[in-house]
T-cell receptor, first 111, second 116 residues
Framework: GNSVTQMEGPVTLSEEAFLTINCTYT??????LFWYVQYPGEGLQLLLK?????DKGSNKGFEATYRKETTSFHLEKGSVQVSDSAVYFC??????????FGQGTRLTINP | GAVVSQHPSRVICKSGTSVKIECRSL??????MFWYRQFPKKSLMLMAT?????????EQGVEKDKFLINHASLTLSTLTVTSAHPEDSSFYIC????????????FGPGTRLTVL
C-alpha cells in the first residue's frame, strides 16, 4: 500500500537557520502531496500542497517541490522563526479523500 | 479557514466504561468526516470514514463494534469507544471535509483518552 516516511525528529534549530524536513513516499501513480502543521494545542492545518510532478507548493516562507524521480516532497524554509515551532506532517492523498500521513517531525526553534 | 471542534479535549475513564467524543464543523457543512488515531511518535492512522446519514466505512483492522461512529447531521459526528481498555488509550483526531471534488479536510484539535 501507499506510505509516507519522514525524517525522525525532534529537530532543534536556532532562529534564522535553514530548515529541511525530508519526506519520501511510496505510491501507485502520482498522488497529491501535502504538508500539514500542528501548533501546540491546535488541530492540523494545511501548510502547502502539490498536485502533480514538478509542482512547487509554498506558504508562509515554506516550500516543497513534488519530485517524482526521487519520490520526495521535502519541506524547506530559508530562515525559521520561533513561531515555526510545531509538529510537521507529510501526507499523500490516496484515492479521492483518504490521507496517508508520515509520522510527524517535531520542530523546535530557539531564539 | 474552516473550524472543527472536538469535545472533550481530555478524558480519563475506568476500564470497561464507554466514552463518547464529539466532532463538530462550526462554520461549514461536512458530508464526510474522518476519525484518526495517533500513537506516540507515530503517524495519524485513519480509523473510519463517516458519511452523513449512512454507515461509517472502517479501515482494515478497526473493530466497528468497539468504535461506534454516528454522523447524524452535516455538522456533527461522534465516536464512541465501547468497553474501553487501557490499550485504547490514545489521541483521537477528527477531520471534516468540505464538499466538492477538491474538498479540503479541516482537523479538530484532538481528544486525549486515558483508560485506567
Amino acid at each position: 500500500g501507499n506510505s509516507v516516511t519522514q525524517m525522525e525528529g525532534p529537530v532543534t534549530l536556532s532562529e534564522e537557520a535553514f530548515l529541511t524536513i525530508n519526506c519520501t513516499y511510496t505510491a501507485t501513480g502520482y498522488p497529491s502531496l501535502f504538508w500539514y502543521v500542528q501548533y501546540p494545542g491546535e488541530g492540523l492545518q494545511l501548510l502547502l500542497k502539490a498536485t502533480k510532478a514538478d509542482d512547487k507548493g509554498s506558504n508562509k516562507g515554506f516550500e516543497a517541490t513534488y519530485r517524482k524521480e526521487t519520490t520526495s516532497f521535502h519541506l524547506e524554509k530559508g530562515s525559521v522563526q520561533v513561531s515555526d515551532s510545531a509538529v510537521y506532517f507529510c501526507a499523500l492523498l490516496e484515492g479521492a479523500q483518504k490521507l496517508v500521513f508520515g509520522q510527524g517531525t517535531r520542530l523546535t526553534i530557539n531564539p | 479557514g474552516a473550524v472543527v471542534s472536538q469535545h472533550p479535549s481530555r478524558v480519563i475513564c475506568k476500564s470497561g466504561t464507554s466514552v463518547k467524543i464529539e466532532c463538530r464543523s462550526l462554520d461549514f457543512q461536512a458530508t464526510t468526516m474522518f476519525w484518526y488515531r495517533q500513537f506516540p511518535k507515530k503517524s495519524l492512522m485513519l480509523m473510519a470514514t463517516s458519511n452523513e446519514g449512512s454507515k461509517a466505512t472502517y479501515e482494515q483492522g478497526v473493530e466497528k463494534d468497539k468504535f461506534l461512529i454516528n454522523h447524524a447531521s452535516l455538522t456533527l459526528s461522534t465516536l464512541t469507544v465501547t468497553s474501553a481498555h487501557p490499550e485504547d488509550s490514545s489521541f483521537y483526531i477528527c477531520s471534516a471535509r468540505t464538499s466538492g471534488s477538491y474538498g479540503e479536510q479541516f482537523f479538530g484539535p484532538g481528544t486525549r483518552l486515558t483508560v485506567l
